[in-house]
């Protein structure tokens, strides 16, 4: 037993997981203090999450180009892990500074919703760091339960309980999956531990056409593709992001997103990089549905959430394909890609929290006329958010998808790549779409002058400055990018 | 000076529309007259390139920038490369010289959200200038696709009674040529890569034209370019979204549209498509050739059932812009020269029309022909120079637009597009006709329609609008050489490369034959 311990204890490297420690205990520290403090009081909270987030990215930057590997290679901060933990802490710091008004205006000005986000990230940050199957489902559970509460987090709205037990329960589905998929390949493979599942079934080749490997394969894509929200596995995206609070749904888009992108593309790389052909020639299909379906079903919806939560789906298609391409270009065009929708969706979901009312009601196509106008500097925010989704230049949406269909033709998927571009000339429509009833109709609804609350207006600057900045010098990020990727 | 000359008339008025934006909403005049203080100075800018010797004696690209932009590692190098020569240099003069006229065509027909519309005219003049001086195709695309955003709010916001359809229309058609463009324009990189081009040249135009791409290659990669260009040009079938957004786009949102965005299309296959892929071109010359001819026939014929003039207007630059296209694809001296020389008279006539339909509408808020009726009775000045815009237009001589359409002809004619030239020459017969006819109806005769009565004749801000226009009618058409003399070098060398290429390509195929013959034979 005692040997056990210190054998245990030998392969302790604190260093590996010190950024997701200190979000986590600012996260436990902010609950407590909480305690203490009279109901209804947030805005403490949004300062400590912040300080948090602003620390841990202190711990992740310094941490860059200087990997460590602890628990016995559970965990590894490398600069994958770095790069996507980036990611996570500016989706969760966009979305918290949107969140506090929003939450007084909706009338669930609670505490424990940025606790709540502090916690999703940090198992998101595990997932990305995960070197293990068992890391990776952990830090994946962490973040979906936080984020299961967060979508029904108004308790007392229908349509967010409903957000909410819709994504418990495929979630909770989708897991049974994904945990199955894992016990069969450390049925065939006898580990747990990602590069010694590849190097396992690289030298056995064997069994690369073993039944029960492929269903591992399969199973365990299917865990993640939901949570990715590809096609056919997407069906709760719309219900969800538009059941939950604004500012969550745009977290969800994200950051989670990120995260399951992250561990999947590990697992792809470490585990089953012998089964190359085979998987990539599965993504190629599942991508392909997944930007139709996104594209196509997006056109009709007349309320903006819903329709961003079908552009989510197919943006999360134009990800894919760098997956597909399965090159450096490919995997950091990706890397970027996740980066940029994390700007400009964040952006757009912001630039919807405050354009709502109480209740939302008013975030359908006809409810946006005239607001270009009505609200110029919100209107001339959102335009940057929706051409950059478009993927005009210059801005983040185009150099990521320019790098991710790069990478594309450059693998010689070049049918993938004009399907591609194709159906960002399909998503045209109902981008320009919000912008024709922002700025080319009369307004329908009285628009009183607010002032617009500060901490809202930070996130949307800092999100156009992301947008503009990866859309006009893209250069500097996607050499870290390049760095991040295996 | 001389060295950021170029980027200096570029992104000036990106500072000019920075400028704009923190301007009060309510300074209407004063919006105004810094948009069109803004543009002059632009012109201003560009004007020493008019007067520069040097693109007469040489063909290479002058004023040229360098400068690396965005580089990835050992995949991406994207730099900020850009030059003039000959071939662009027209445009870019044509470009300064309409904007300050486009502009002040606003003064009394823009009212509402003044502040939006000339940030957006700024913006468009940034677009249009980059796309012409681009020598990097990334560049390139990313001025390309930037001149799209303006023109869509210009046409959405100030635009008729059927502005959204014809705004998005016009965004969709554009946009999905350009993005298959891209994908080229990817596949054409790596190929370079893979060719031994070395990496720091990015996305160079000039290196790019240097490689031998093979022919089966060239030609989907020629399709790809051709199908961008062919939308924006516009081509028979691809024409559709052009007589909607010129129609429904405000006056001066039609005058910059046709003076100098449809030019970019044509511009697109002068200067990428044909040098890029010059074994495709050949394979695609009788094609495009048929497409333009269809488009000068059918311009014309559905310009002369027209009863709206701005309708008018817009078919019959589908029919012009035919005959540009069967110059460029003449692939001669005359036909090209006659081709660039076009469209700059293009953008005169057709401008100057947009600009007297705007005076037309202006006062009687109708542009349908049988509303109007024995105007130059009341407006004879206008009369005047409505005729030498129309007579510019059809072609007559001593004006611009006979200069050019004989050249052409003349081009076409001594190429392999010999019958087709037959075909296109009625299109300026069927020119005189529809203009002449839609002249006679709106000023000749008596007036029908007492609220015609009272019109008031041109004024003076008006007059010295028409005024430039109508000296380079005369200029273009009595002394061509000062414009043709600055493109023909640079036309020369183009043609010399791409029939050099062409050459090559069918020897290597003859041979290919010969070689297969005698392995038969043996």
């Not at chain 2, 130059?376 to 129309?390: C, D, E, G, N, R």
């Not at chain 2, 020369?492 to 038969?520: F, L, S, W, Y």
């Amino acid at each position: 037993m005692e040997n056990l311990v210190q054998i245990a204890l030998q392969n302790v490297n604190m260093a590996a997981i010190l950024p997701s420690v200190i979000l986590t205990c600012f996260g436990m520290g902010l609950l407590l203090i909480s305690v203490f403090l009279p109901r209804g009081t947030t805005r403490h909270a949004v300062w400590i999450s912040m300080i948090g987030l602003l620390v841990t990215g202190l711990f992740v930057y310094t941490g860059w180009g200087n990997p460590q590997y602890g628990f016995n290679d559970a965990v590894a901060n490398d600069n994958y892990a770095a790069f996507f933990s980036m990611i996570f802490l500016f989706a969760a710091g966009l979305t918290i500074l949107m969140s506090d008004d929003y939450l007084h205006r909706e009338g669930y000005p609670v505490s424990e919703y940025y606790p709540l986000i502090l916690f999703a990230t940090a198992g998101a940050m595990w997932m990305a760091s995960g070197t293990d199957m068992m890391t990776i489902f952990l830090g994946l559970e962490v973040m979906s339960i936080s984020l299961y509460v967060l979508a029904g987090f108004f308790r007392g709205q229908v349509r967010s309980n409903e957000a909410g037990l819709k994504y418990f329960l495929l979630g909770a589905f989708s897991t049974g999956f994904l945990l199955y998929g894992m016990a069969l390949i450390y049925g065939v493979t006898g580990s747990t531990k990602l590069t010694e599942i590849g190097i396992y079934l690289n030298a056995h080749a064997s069994l690369l056409d073993n039944p029960m490997t492929l269903a591992g394969l399969v199973l365990l894509s299917i865990g993640f593709l939901f949570k990715i929200a590809v096609a056919p596995f997407h069906m709760w995206t719309p219900d969800v992001y538009e059941g939950a609070p604004t500012p969550i749904a745009a977290f969800m888009s994200a950051g989670p997103k990120a995260a399951a992108f992250a561990a999947f593309l590990r697992i792809m790389e470490y585990c089953f990089f012998s089964l190359k052909p085979e998987w990539t020639a599965m993504l190629w299909v599942l991508a392909v549905l997944t930007m139709v379906i996104g594209n196509v079903i997006a056109i009709s919806q007349t309320n903006i959430k819903r329709m961003l939560a079908y552009s989510s789906i197919a943006h999360a298609g134009y990800a894919l394909v760098g997956m597909v391409a399965a090159n450096e270009i490919g995997y950091s065009g990706l890397l970027f890609y996740m980066l940029a929708y994390t700007f400009m969706n964040i952006g757009a979901f912001a630039v919807l929290t405050l354009a709502g009312k109480k209740g939302e009601d008013n975030l359908t196509l006809e409810g946006f006329s005239g607001f270009g106008f009505k609200r110029p500097y919100l209107g001339v925010a959102m335009t940057i958010f929706l051409f950059s989704l478009m993927g005009l230049p210059p801005s983040a949406g185009f150099s990521g998808k320019f790098f991710i269909f790069a990478g594309a033709v450059d693998a010689g998927y070049i049918w993938l790549a004009i399907i591609g571009v194709l159906n960002s000339a399909v998503s045209l429509y109902y981008y320009l779409r919000v912008m024709v009833y922002m700025y080319f109709r009369d307004p329908v609804e009285d628009y009183a002058w607010v002032t617009l609350p500060a901490a809202a207006v930070i996130s949307i600057v800092i999100a156009i400055l992301g947008v503009l900045y990866l859309g006009v010098i893209p250069g500097d990020v996607m050499e870290l990018a390049k760095l991040a990727i295996f | 000076m001389n060295d950021h000359l170029l980027s200096l008339m570029t992104f000036f008025p990106l500072v000019g529309m920075i400028v704009i934006l923190f301007l009060p909403r309510e300074a209407d005049r004063l919006i105004k007259t810094v948009t069109l203080i803004v543009t002059i100075i632009v012109f201003i800018i560009s004007l020493p390139l008019a007067f520069d010797d040097v693109f007469i004696t040489s063909s290479a690209m002058q004023y040229t920038e360098f400068a690396n932009w965005i580089s990835v590692g050992q995949y991406f190098q994207m730099n900020y490369n850009v030059g003039i020569d000959g071939i662009s240099l027209w445009l870019v003069l044509l470009t300064t010289f309409i904007m300050p006229i486009a502009i002040l065509s606003t003064w009394h027909a823009i009212d509402k959200n003044t502040k939006g519309f000339m940030a957006l005219a700024l913006l468009l003049e940034t677009g249009m200038l980059g796309a012409f001086i681009s020598l990097d195709l990334f560049l390139f695309y990313i001025f390309w696709e930037l001149m799209l955003v303006p023109m869509y709010f210009m046409i959405g916001i100030w635009g008729g009674q059927n502005r959204i359809y014809a705004a998005v229309k016009f965004f969709i058609f554009t946009a999905v040529g350009s993005l298959l463009m891209l994908v080229a324009i990817i596949y054409v990189y790596y190929f370079s890569v893979k060719a031994g081009v070395p990496f720091e040249n990015g996305f160079s135009v000039a290196h790019f034209a240097q490689m031998d791409i093979p022919a089966h290659l060239q030609t989907w990669l020629f399709a790809a370019f051709a199908f961008s260009f062919a939308i924006k040009v516009p081509m028979f079938p691809v024409h559709t979204w052009l007589p909607d957004a010129h129609t429904e786009a405000p006056t001066a949102g039609s005058v910059i549209l046709a003076a100098i965005l449809l030019k970019m299309g044509t511009y697109g296959y002068v200067r990428f498509a044909i040098p890029l892929f010059p074994v495709a071109t050949m394979q695609f010359t009788p094609f495009l050739a048929f497409l333009a001819v269809v488009g000068i026939i059918y311009g014309a014929l559905v310009a002369m059932m027209q009863d709206d003039v701005k309708k008018l207007v817009a078919y019959s630059s589908v029919s012009h812009l035919g005959f540009v296209m069967l110059g460029v694809f003449a692939m001669n001296l005359q036909g090209l020269s006659g081709g660039l020389l076009q469209m700059i008279n293009h953008g005169i006539s057709t401008g100057a029309l947009f600009l007297i339909v705007g005076f037309l509408y202006e006062r009687r808020h109708t542009r349908l022909i049988v509303d109007f009726g024995g105007l130059s009775k009341v407006m004879p000045v206008f009369a005047v120079i409505f005729m030498i815009v129309t007579f510019s237009s059809i072609g007559l001589p001593g004006t611009n637009g006979f200069v050019g359409e004989f050249l052409i002809l003349v081009g076409a004619f001594e190429s392999e597009l010999r019958v087709f030239t037959v075909f296109a020459t009625t299109g300026v017969i069927l020119a005189a006709v529809y203009m002449l006819w839609m002249f006679q109806r709106v000023m000749m005769g008596k007036i029908t329609n007492p609220k015609n009565e009272k019109l008031k004749d041109l004024s003076a801000r008006e007059i010295a609008i028409m005024m430039p226009l109508l000296i380079f009618i005369f200029w273009i058409g009595i002394y061509p050489n000062t414009f043709l003399d600055k493109m023909n070098p640079a036309l020369e060398n183009m043609i010399k490369q791409v029939k050099g290429k062409q050459h090559i390509a069918m020897m290597v195929e003859d041979m290919d034959q010969t070689v297969t013959q005698i392995t038969v034979n043996d």
